[in-house]
């Protein structure tokens, strides 16, 4: 018998159209599904797919035992992770060494803060694992943005809003072109650290990109209250012929 | 008459499959195909799309007038390359007003380093334009390595190597994950750059990312010597349960 592959596809930042056609295929193809969510929710990963798997695919979603109930200082936040994908990692691996092929669905690129490395690292030792690379959140919020991101020798810097504050302010200073993922309770310290950085007025809030209710507004012209599909943007404005 | 679209497509890093669903719609449907390439040689996103196109679509091949010829800093440059996207953007500008559609066809993303964004700028209030995001070359660049660029509150910087050398140690020493792009002749120069921020034995260069002669090298077992498509890459160690 042949060991089954372990793909980690990334379906991009949310339309069903801007995941890539190796992604489309192994989605419409696959026969066991896996995909990451918050108890009791649907999944955005899932979401995406909706209207794309097969009759009789098998579904198999990985909740998370905590997400942002108690902060990732607490000990305990390490141990009930580790915990968590130990399992998924157990169950992904009974599966291929059945011969099953699993596709795991992936929100924006697997290998840019996605949860699938955390699976990756222990699966690659123990069976075959594949990544699809997928057009990145950011990719999808600059798009939203109408605007390029980066020109001629533009740095790039993107940050986690997770960051401290001070930390945030002095490299938002240091920087040509920004992109901030992870806003959703740090949008007011982030903003604070835009403010220090004398670059609130430059920054924007996408939100929803690539979805039907995709929003793009001005950081000075929105509240302090972001969805966790947010990031803060500013544009280079670098060299242009 | 309908005015027609000019879409800016995202072809992604180099497979014909890692196209997203919507470009690949674009692309196939299209009378009007207009690429940019060096004068001479055949184009990289036009080779992407290979056996792609319509028996009857009309390519527009947009040549440099310059690339790497004479260096950015004489003053001809930016004149040659206005004066060549002023005549791309009439071109673009005179098919949508005849009615008719255009594919322009972008490597990677069209907003993130692309000559694209020359013509999205200029065309922008004369012509209806449309963009569709693609998968960056980066994003290849790391797939091929098979190993995640940011884990948790990792800090990524993209830089392009053409930038002077003790700007770019800094920035390599202050940030945990690294992308450079533009390699091209500046090899040698970022080795150096690295060695003096201490990372050159994390660095890996990747030639050709999703394409059939793609490679990964550690850059400390490379020459100096890299082709256009290469990205030197430094993966970030964070936070991982």
Known sequence: MTIGTIHGVGLGPGAQDLMSVRADR????????????????????RRIVDGMLRADAIEYAMEYPVTTEIPISDPRYNDWLSTFYAECTRHLAALAHAGEDVVVLCEGDPFFYGSFMHLHSRLSDI??????????????????SDTPITWGEDVLTVLTATLPEDELTRRIRDTDALVVMKIGRHLAKLRR?????????????????????????????????????????????????
Chains 1, 2 share one sequence.
């Open 26 to 45: 192994l989605v419409r193809g696959a026969r066991h599904i896996a995909f990451f969510r918050k108890a009791g929710k649907p999944g955005q990963a």
């Open 127 to 144: 069976a075959p694992v594949c990544v699809v690379p997928g057009i990145t959140g950011m990719s999808g919020a600059w798009t939203a």
């Open 193 to 241: 650290a835009l403010v220090a950085a004398g670059r609130e007025e430059s920054a924007w809030l996408v939100e929803y990109a690539a979805m039907p209710d995709q929003r793009v507004t001005r950081l000075a012209d929105a509240t302090d209250i972001a969805p966790y599909f947010a990031i803060v943007l500013i544009h280079g404005q670098g060299r242009r012929p």
